[in-house]
């Protein structure tokens, strides 16, 4: 792609900057000071997608940033790199780099099936990025658009990107406006893309937006924000006449015993199996897999049809692994359940399948290779577990989920509310010393480097909401 070195170059600039190589540039204190909308004034509005990059470095964002991204060595080992890089090209990041940008750079892509980019920014030192501009592996052009300097890899491109534009500017699209409306007024990088040019390229691909149940797909938009304890990803997809992620309140929440490593929650998948069925690359497989499981769709839609989460606690000498999962007909999910179990014995060999009472409850369960994966049906409930303890602690009046700090933390700097369309928690601070047990106990040796810079994370939550025709989604990572 010919716009590959100037990126590069300015991916370098922002590292070099969170480390004190470099200076100001931008206004004290604020942020790209339009942000997405600014460069959408000249970006087409038939674009595929448009990033925004907030590229000024002295900016609230940035500095939340660089605090957030202290607490990890190897940065300044790859900032070295990066300086050592840029010294062999005779670069500076004060004299040379620092002014050729202003404090917001747009990348924009016209179509589908179009690897080229036109980046959009006001320098400001025109000399400054020209200069920079001669030092690209490949060729580029620049022109003036209305204040703004636009740089291609041809001048084909710029007159295609030109062109475009007399059709209209992002901003002056009310879909883009409306997506992009969503988002927070600051953030470290804002990207928007068109539901009708991503619709063509999933169907390009074999998949058609129906099978995601969105519907009609009419924008995709998201921002990337450093916040207090964290770096938060959330977005909105905008569709017409989707059906399925209705949102629910997670009342199995109040079931998850305390100290629960990884979490994940959904609901009524039966929606989510109709629209495999109608996705082609799925279909051809359906009836070898019904075969194999020994049930059919329409059974395992049933059997999903409430809520169900998934979740993971410590366990020896395994981790315990727990699905539980609501049910209408408690008999119809047992036999769904023995189907399945007489299946797994089948295919792996020399399963023993038995029963056994845990707190009362009558389980089943089948013995593979030493692990002995339980399950029963009680109080609504289906479960399977590969920790029979597990239908004791479910029952107990023990702590909970919700009683944990970390999730506690985790769900208020994510914006998790009383309801959701699903969600995924992880406990990063307790599980990555298990998983780096683990590896130690198989004779892996983890770099200490590797550990050091694990050291810092602590939760991840990913959930997701609809309102209406809109999914709303939200990722962050905490650290510590």
């Given at each position: 792609?010919?716009?590959?070195?100037?990126?590069?170059?300015?991916?370098?600039?922002?590292?070099?900057?969170?480390?004190?190589?470099?200076?100001?540039?931008?206004?004290?204190?604020?942020?790209?000071?339009?942000?997405?909308?600014?460069?959408?004034?000249?970006?087409?509005?038939?674009?595929?997608?448009?990033?925004?990059?907030?590229?000024?470095?002295?900016?609230?964002?940035?500095?939340?940033?660089?605090?957030?991204?202290?607490?990890?060595?190897?940065?300044?080992?790859?900032?070295?790199?990066?300086?050592?890089?840029?010294?062999?090209?005779?670069?500076?990041?004060?004299?040379?780099?620092?002014?050729?940008?202003?404090?917001?750079?747009?990348?924009?892509?016209?179509?589908?099936?179009?690897?080229?980019?036109?980046?959009?920014?006001?320098?400001?030192?025109?000399?400054?990025?020209?200069?920079?501009?001669?030092?690209?592996?490949?060729?580029?052009?620049?022109?003036?658009?209305?204040?703004?300097?636009?740089?291609?890899?041809?001048?084909?491109?710029?007159?295609?990107?030109?062109?475009?534009?007399?059709?209209?500017?992002?901003?002056?699209?009310?879909?883009?406006?409306?997506?992009?409306?969503?988002?927070?007024?600051?953030?470290?990088?804002?990207?928007?893309?068109?539901?009708?040019?991503?619709?063509?390229?999933?169907?390009?691909?074999?998949?058609?937006?129906?099978?995601l149940g969105t519907g009609?797909?009419?924008?995709?938009?998201?921002?990337?924000?450093?916040?207090e304890d964290g770096f938060?990803?959330?977005?909105?997809?905008?569709?017409?006449?989707?059906?399925?992620?209705?949102?629910?309140?997670?009342?199995?929440?109040?079931?998850?015993?305390?100290?629960?490593?990884?979490?994940?929650?959904?609901?009524?998948?039966?929606?989510?199996?109709?629209?495999?069925?109608?996705?082609?690359?799925?279909?051809?497989?359906?009836?070898?897999?019904?075969?194999?499981?020994?049930?059919?769709?329409?059974?395992?839609?049933?059997?999903?049809?409430?809520?169900?989460?998934?979740?993971?606690?410590?366990?020896?000498?395994?981790?315990?692994?727990?699905?539980?999962?609501?049910?209408?007909?408690?008999?119809?999910?047992?036999?769904?359940?023995?189907?399945?179990?007489?299946?797994?014995?089948?295919?792996?060999?020399?399963?023993?399948?038995?029963?056994?009472?845990?707190?009362?409850?009558?389980?089943?369960?089948?013995?593979?290779?030493?692990?002995?994966?339980?399950?029963?049906?009680?109080?609504?409930?289906?479960?399977?577990?590969?920790?029979?303890?597990?239908?004791?602690?479910?029952?107990?009046?023990?702590?909970?989920?919700?009683?944990?700090?970390?999730?506690?933390?985790?769900?208020?700097?994510?914006?998790?509310?009383?309801?959701?369309?699903?969600?995924?928690y992880g406990n990063l601070?307790?599980?990555?010393?298990?998983?780096?047990?683990?590896?130690?106990?198989?004779?892996?040796?983890?770099?200490?480097?590797?550990?050091?810079?694990?050291?810092?994370?602590?939760?991840?939550?990913?959930?997701?909401?609809?309102?209406?025709?809109?999914?709303?989604?939200?990722?962050?990572?905490?650290?510590?």
């Amino acid at each position: 792609m010919p716009m590959r070195a100037p990126l590069v170059l300015l991916g370098a600039a922002l590292f070099l900057a969170l480390a004190g190589c470099g200076g100001g540039g931008g206004s004290e204190g604020g942020s790209a000071a339009t942000g997405t909308e600014s460069a959408a004034t000249i970006a087409p509005g038939s674009a595929l997608a448009f990033i925004s990059i907030n590229a000024d470095l002295d900016s609230d964002e940035w500095k939340e940033a660089d605090a957030l991204t202290d607490q990890f060595p190897g940065r300044e080992q790859l900032l070295r790199m990066i300086t050592s890089e840029l010294s062999q090209e005779d670069l500076d990041y004060a004299e040379d780099i620092d002014p050729a940008f202003g404090p917001e750079v747009a990348i924009v892509v016209l179509g589908t099936g179009d690897d080229e980019a036109v980046v959009l920014t006001q320098p400001d030192d025109d000399e400054k990025l020209n200069a920079l501009l001669e030092k690209a592996d490949e060729p580029t052009v620049t022109e003036d658009i209305d204040g703004w300097t636009a740089i291609a890899g041809t001048q084909a491109r710029l007159d295609a990107f030109k062109q475009a534009r007399e059709a209209g500017t992002l901003a002056a699209s009310k879909t883009f406006t409306d997506a992009v409306g969503e988002l927070p007024d600051s953030a470290l990088v804002k990207v928007y893309a068109s539901g009708a040019e991503v619709t063509e390229a999933l169907e390009d691909a074999g998949v058609g937006a129906d099978s995601l149940g969105t519907g009609k797909l009419i924008s995709v938009a998201a921002a990337l924000e450093a916040v207090e304890d964290g770096f938060k990803l959330g977005g909105v997809v905008k569709g017409e006449g989707g059906e399925g992620g209705e949102s629910f309140e997670p009342k199995l929440l109040e079931r998850i015993p305390s100290g629960a490593l990884a979490v994940m929650s959904f609901n009524n998948l039966a929606q989510a199996f109709d629209q495999a069925e109608s996705t082609q690359m799925l279909r051809e497989f359906l009836p070898q897999i019904q075969q194999a499981l020994g049930v059919s769709l329409d059974q395992l839609a049933a059997f999903f049809s409430g809520e169900s989460t998934v979740y993971v606690r410590q366990g020896s000498p395994i981790p315990e692994i727990t699905m539980l999962t609501e049910v209408d007909d408690e008999q119809q999910a047992l036999a769904t359940l023995d189907t399945l179990a007489t299946r797994a014995a089948g295919l792996v060999g020399g399963g023993q399948p038995g029963s056994a009472e845990v707190d009362g409850v009558p389980t089943k369960f089948l013995q593979v290779q030493g692990v002995r994966i339980t399950y029963a049906v009680f109080d609504g409930l289906a479960v399977v577990t590969s920790v029979p303890t597990a239908i004791r602690d479910l029952r107990s009046d023990d702590a909970k989920l919700g009683d944990d700090d970390a999730f506690q933390r985790a769900k208020e700097a994510s914006g998790l509310g009383d309801s959701t369309s699903g969600f995924f928690y992880g406990n990063l601070a307790e599980s990555i010393p298990l998983i780096q047990g683990f590896a130690g106990l198989a004779g892996e040796d983890i770099p200490p480097d590797v550990n050091a810079n694990l050291a810092p994370l602590d939760t991840i939550l990913f959930h997701a909401s609809k309102d209406g025709d809109d999914y709303r989604f939200t990722g962050f990572l905490g650290l510590k």
